[in-house]
């Protein structure tokens, strides 16, 4: 028996999962492990969420457990607040990404700063769910991507999956933590699939990692969350070209990865960032600024962005031409002053 | 008048210089919803012409929702919240606003804006994905459909507040479901215009459910109407499928706005017949026998029955009121049926009154990208 | 017990199966708030000893708003909003409860703490600006001070719904002002109060004004009591400036609460005897007159007149009272006039669990910077 | 008469003013020149607002123009959008900055949109006014920095002066356009002292232009509001340091004067953006990208960001360890890698 056969017996089967259940998965193993964990939220209960991301759980553990709110999202976090001071571990499902504007208060004023309020004494291990992010076809306020808001209140967590053990792991990792996490779960890697063992979970990730999803010497795309798969669809596309592209999915916005990230990008001397949100004052923004600030002498071409245009997000007919897709990377990897004499990946 | 000289302020002074107040019983709503169909009410009295008009509106909302579901199954639609079972509020809705007036409708009230002459393709608009609102809300005096719960209200409040200012007659009519009560906005809104005497009517479509959420697991109140009290202003509480009583609820409270008295809140109890939306498994979280119920306490029903023993409407009259509706249905089919034209260079247009140069780098990247797709056609 | 089981239950179903609803009459407060002081009430069935300890606590009271007062001017606290005219409200807040139960204080509330045992120079760490939480909320249950309006309020309706799902025997009590009823979170918290039947007291100090914003601006309601049928819980009406009457009115809501039986929203009708706060000029907004008045409801003089005439106060009560407020004076004078040792350091201490990667590269510039200015010190 | 003195002879007098009087000056003027001009807000009746911005306007134009409205921020914005529908031009204070977060649903799901939503229809010209940051000495939730919010929503046009005559213009320029505009007012320069005249003010500028301050040779400062007298502080201080440094005053971060800040950077070749927000998601990574999109060949050195810590803001005797200072600034110009052997602003 060689090597890889013993490994494949005595691993446990893999079989196609999708990230909904992944998360649903996710959820009651937290619950199922600690009673402190409950869930709120509009449509929770018998419906299990409009998404189904809490199927079957009102049933498993009771209402109290897992409890259909009033329609209010302030409401819902501040009281997961009040909750969360008492020992409780809540987690908070935002129905959709522009329904969680409600809850901004707070989420800036409270939630975010408790901790640091009461010099560490009352911390709140609250986990923000809120699907997000377009491409569903939803109509108007159902297709926001909005984690320029997030990653701008320091005492957050921002964590994003792509993949579904991913989506299991940083669910996990979210319950657990002592600190508030906001999880961005994008909405149309819901029904995406991936070969995954539900009955032995993947190591938790553990909140802060980024993962290189592809290696690749041209340049290196830094994405996350729905992009992801669009990144990787590229970056098989530039293979055409003649390019061979590194992609890192971060995982976490904050904390953020530097390492990770500027590791890649000393190595291949060339970045593209990317993501669905608006690009003026995005994500896109900082990370840019950040390896342009510690990859200087790395780089062989400016760091560039593939982003949403900033425009509100459009209705379902003209959402394509919005979304950063496989040609408008690689116009921008085309951008990346290829002829300019540099020597790729030379350090200056 | 400053708010401070307006009847009734709330100046607490110690005792026993205590200030009477508002009185708080006339604010109260009675303790059943208000009904006329069914009852000995005589509607000999009401005008003719408005009967026949809420029936034939009636059986055409009903078709529209038909047809507007249909067009969803067929994928014309990207999603659609029906208004079946709620016509009456609907229509009575639309019917009490003169043309001045304006009207504040959520994402349910489609039907609202067409019984009030607009275009069922526009309306639809929003609904079928091709831009976020298909009018222009000013022609119309129909704000845009709604989707942040509550959210329309404050704007209903302060539209209706700028009129008074202006010196203009114009009433708004807010729309709301029993959901949208629990929103931080509605307690604000509400605040506002009572303290503001704004002339606004607030109609709260009570139909039992949030998505799957039942009422009871949205409010502890005696009735959503009882919260009218607690802002200074009265509340009404009203058979929402009974659409002579809604009109006349309604009619009233925008009577009421109109000559000054202030804002009203007007909880309507009805049901919705179908799921959420298309996209919704109501099996979920209710059972038949609850919608069965329901089903026979229909808007359109109820009336055409009652208008038929009365001798208000005959067989003639039913014939011409679906062949209506059959004509809007036919008409909405075939124009729904043709692919909108859009230009996606509008998704730059409108963001500002001039474009920033920012929006002119995209704009100018997504032209050469739609041409270079036009050239490898 | 389930949602839907609870007694008054709001499930709308068609007439004539309309069902009974929860009564609104109980709800309703009373057209007069309650007073005990000044009037034939028997205040001889209270316990002695409850009436001198609210006598020397309001003593005290008022002096530590004094003694907060003056080092505001001195520059020992960056501000100081004074609850000078609501120490019964204040007071009473905090003897109602017991010590498993938790308050949820607004900035105005650093007298309720200390009336509860918190050590006033802990109370005052916000007001100092040392940080934002001068005491562990878990240790006292008392949550920090709120300066977000009526933010607070969901807080309480948590925590109070988290020790009732754990079968702890726990009250919460918030304070808000008449302002904060007209935020958004005032509605959303009392809406999931009352859903939840959640043991939650919410306490409206309704002392005339939101800064310079007089209540006739604020709500059109016949008073802020009224808002609680809407939610489907009791309203109470107090006299503010009478210790024992919100002590009894207070207690009541609290024991209700503790039975089982919901929330309760109890408004006190008060008086801001001092500007908003000492960077506040009342002068603008309100006349002498007016202030006046309430100088002549006062309420450590309503107590200590009443105590007096019925024989239950003599010299040698007062004098111990007042000796024992100038104790607490003195000391915090003195512990306020010393420099808190601040470690500049602690900024990046408790952002998080664990200090990021960013945190860490912050914190090693800043601990250069100050060994920098150490050297050239 | 030599032309200088016949220019001083005809010019009006200028005579110092502060910032809250130009702001002042400037709703009156909007409000005399314009009936459909109300203000809303918290105390800006009879009290004139706690910054006294709306001093005596509430006498002279009538409550129903300056009204004292109930204590909701989202029911103040949310009934300014039904007043713009209806015609008027309301301008709407929020009394702190963390005191505007309960307005941000109607702030982004409406009044950022609803021109855009309408297909133009319906353009809403309302003016939110934020006095905005730090450095007063404010308790809990009055001193923060809230501008990366503002950016990263689309449809929304932010300014922030940092003089006395830009209050004015940018207060009248805000009030006059057609799109929402928020107005960032630097709270720490309210009591600023410029010399104005108020009897002929400047010209409004556009909203969209920024202002060189300062010109130099070394390397650029790009900056805004209250972080504008700082870094005109340290460029002052870099003098003895042989740096002579350019400072550009944003005035509006959106739309962002690309034009200005890049024409400057690529003569100097070197960039420091300084901002009071939060760092991580603030709004200067968003300046530092775009330099280094557009700048990347004339860049000597890596732009560089001084900001306020990714911390919640500090409690009043521990702020000025957070806020960006004269000695951090220099501290970061120091690091822009003179010996690095590349020449001085020499494109490469
Ligand atoms: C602020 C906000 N939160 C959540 C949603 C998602 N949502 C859409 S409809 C709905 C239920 C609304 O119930 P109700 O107000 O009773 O109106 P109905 O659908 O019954 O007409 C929810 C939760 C939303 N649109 N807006
Ligand atoms: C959400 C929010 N908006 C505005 C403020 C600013 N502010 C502080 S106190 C105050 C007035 C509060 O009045 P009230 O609720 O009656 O309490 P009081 O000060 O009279 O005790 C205002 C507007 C705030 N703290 N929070
Ligand atoms: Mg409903
Ligand atoms: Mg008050």
Chains 1, 4 share one sequence.
């Not at chain 1, 209960?45 to 409890?67: H, N, P, Q, S, Y």
Request: proline residues 7%.
């Amino acid at each position: 028996m060689t090597a890889v056969a013993a490994e494949a017996a005595t691993a446990p089967a893999r079989k196609p999962a999708t990230m909904a259940q992944a998360l649903n998965r996710a959820l009651r193993d937290a619950m199922a492990e600690d009673p402190a964990v409950h869930l709120l939220g509009e449509d929770v209960g018998a419906l299990g969420g409009v998404f189904r991301i809490t199927d079957g759980l009102a049933k498993e553990f009771g209402e109290d457990r897992c409890t259909d709110t009033p329609l209010a999202e302030a409401g819902i976090l501040g009281t997961a607040v009040g909750m969360a001071m008492y020992g409780l571990r809540p987690v908070v499902e935002m129905q959709f990404d522009a329904f969680a504007y409600p809850a901004f208060e707070q989420l800036i004023s409270h939630v975010s700063r408790m901790r640091n309020r009461t010099r560490g004494a009352m911390p709140l291990p609250i986990t923000v769910r809120v699907p997000y992010g377009g491409g569903i076809g939803g109509v108007e306020h159902h297709s926001d991507s909005s984690e320029a808001y997030y990653i701008a209140t320091p005492g957050l967590h921002v964590v994003t999956p792509a993949t579904v053990p991913d989506a299991y792991g940083l669910l996990r990792a979210a319950i657990a933590s002592d600190d508030p996490v906001v999880v961005l779960e994008p909405k149309r890697l819901y029904w995406s699939k991936d070969d995954w063992n539900p009955e032995a979970p993947e190591t938790v990730p553990p909140i802060g990692r980024a993962a290189v999803r592809r290696t690749g010497t041209s340049a290196t795309l830094v994405t996350y969350g729905p992009s992801v798969p669009v990144c990787l669809e590229a970056a098989e596309a530039a293979r055409a070209e003649g390019w061979d592209l590194e992609v890192v999915d971060l995982r976490s916005l904050v904390p953020f990865d530097d390492e990770t990230v500027c590791a890649s990008v000393r190595r291949t001397g060339r970045a593209v960032v990317v993501h669905e949100a608006t690009g003026f004052g995005g994500p896109g923004g900082e990370i840019a600024a950040r390896i342009g600030e510690r990859c200087f002498h790395y780089l062989d071409a400016p760091v560039l962005r593939v982003t949403g245009f900033d425009i509100p997000y459009p209705a379902p007919m003209l959402e394509r031409h919005h979304l950063p897709g496989v040609d408008r990377i690689l116009d921008a990897v085309g951008r990346l002053q290829w002829e300019s004499g540099w020597t790729e990946g030379s350090a200056r | 008048m400053t708010v401070l000289e307006q009847p009734g302020a709330y100046r607490p002074a110690p005792p026993p210089a205590w200030r009477p107040r508002t009185d708080a019983a006339p604010l109260l709503p009675d303790e059943e919803p208000f009904r006329v169909l069914g009852t000995d009410a005589d509607i000999h009295d009401l005008d003719p012409l408005l009967l026949t008009e809420l029936y034939r509106q009636l059986v055409r909302g009903r078709r529209y929702n038909q047809q507007a579901t249909a067009l969803t199954k067929q994928g014309r639609l990207a999603v659609y919240p029906s208004s079946t079972g709620q016509e009456a509020c609907e229509v009575a809705a639309a019917l009490v606003l003169q043309d001045r007036d304006w009207l504040f409708p959520s994402y349910r009230d489609t039907l609202c804006a067409v019984a009030r002459g607009l275009d069922p393709v526009r309306a639809l608009t929003l609904l079928r994905g091709d831009w976020h609102t298909g009018y222009d809300p000013a022609e119309h005096r129909i704000a845009p459909l709604c989707t942040p719960l509550a959210t329309q209200l404050p704007h209903a409040v302060g539209l209706a507040h700028a009129a008074r200012l202006k010196g203009d007659d114009v009433v708004a009519l807010a729309l709301v479901g029993d959901g949208g009560t629990s929103e931080g906005d509605f307690h604000e809104a509400l605040n506002f215009a009572a303290v503001w005497r704004a002339p606004v009517v607030f109609l709260v479509q009570n139909n039992g459910f949030a998505i799957s959420v039942p009422l009871a697991k949205q409010t502890a109140a005696p009735s959503l109407a009882h919260k009218a009290v607690g802002y200074g202003m009265p509340g009404r509480l009203v058979d929402g499928n009974d659409a002579v009583a809604v009109h006349q609820v309604l009619s009233e409270a925008v009577a009421h706005a109109r000559q000054g008295g202030g804002p009203t809140l007007v909880e309507a109890v009805t049901y919705r017949i179908e799921a959420h939306t298309n996209a919704d498994d109501a099996t979920r979280y209710r059972g038949d026998a609850e919608v069965q119920a329901w089903r026979e306490h229909d808007p359109v029903e109820l009336l055409e029955r009652e208008l038929t023993a009365r001798g208000l409407l005959d067989d003639a009259g039913k014939r011409s009121a679906r062949e209506a509706a059959e004509e809007m249905a036919a008409d909405l089919r075939a124009r729904m049926n043709r692919d909108p034209q859009l230009d996606p260079m509008e998704l730059f247009t409108h963001v500002y009154s001039e474009q920033t140069s920012q929006l002119r780098e995209q704009a100018a990247q997504l032209r050469a990208e739609l041409d270079a797709e036009e050239e490898t056609r």
